[in-house]
T-cell receptor, first 116, second 115 residues
């Protein structure tokens, strides 16, 4: 089975801090994704990566950056955390080299981040 | 604009009764369609997908979904609901010929199965 592991289940940080969320997958997947989940809004894509050192902006990239130095690891960075970034963050990965493929995305269990 | 709509925030059904969770989509071109389930404090789990072919797709845990091209719908169904099916369900779509990588999610429908 595919395993996507997010380093923290719960995280509490203060406004203005730089926050790192880590995600690791064990299936040698090319594609990795970061979403945030908010009630009534579903999942919104923040950033996407289809290869090492490659990244693409999603729908809501403002205030975030990402890093993919190794194929199995995709980090989400909140440059200066703000209260409106309090949310559930979900990491996902998918196989198949073609970006536009029919392979499902596999999700981690999420990090519930609170910014005080 | 491409979108996915799940018109019901919550669906309530008695255990043993059939259930339907609705999903309609608006995309250019033919879509790939997916259903995911999310249990409390967990990530999303893949249930099933429609790529092409038979309009009735069978997936995990006894769930199935019916693709209707004319109504642009992809409703999730199960003949007999279990209390353990209570969870949050997400429909998602990816345009087939679109170069976009994005998976477009609906807002989710909470399914509550009462004993």
């Amino acid at each position: 089975d595919v395993k996507v592991t997010q380093s923290s289940r719960y995280l509490v940080k203060r406004t203005g801090e730089k926050v790192f969320l880590e995600c690791v997958q064990d299936m040698d997947h090319e594609n990795m994704f970061w979403y945030r989940q908010d009630p009534g809004l579903g999942l919104r894509l923040i950033y996407f990566s289809y290869d090492v050192k490659m990244k693409e902006k999603g729908d809501i990239p403002e205030g975030y950056s990402v890093s993919r130095e190794k194929k199995e690891r995709f980090s989400l960075i909140l440059e200066s955390a703000s209260t409106n970034q309090t949310s559930m963050y979900l990491c996902a990965s998918s196989g198949a080299y073609a970006i536009n493929s029919n392979q499902p995305q596999h999700f981690g269990d999420g990090t519930r981040l609170s910014i005080l | 604009a491409q979108s996915v709509a799940q018109p019901e925030d919550q669906v309530n059904v008695a255990e043993g009764n059939p259930l339907t969770v609705k999903c309609t989509y608006s995309v250019s071109g033919n879509p790939y369609l997916f259903w995911y389930v999310q249990y409390p404090n967990r990530g999303l789990q893949f249930l099933l997908k429609y790529i092409t072919g038979d309009n009735l797709v069978k997936g995990s845990y006894g769930f199935e979904a019916e693709f209707n091209k004319s109504q642009t719908s992809f409703h999730l169904k199960k003949p007999s609901a279990l209390v353990s099916d209570s969870a949050l369900y997400f429909c998602a779509v990816r345009p087939w010929m679109d170069s976009s990588y994005k998976l477009i999610f609906g807002s989710g429908t909470r399914l509550l199965v009462r004993p």
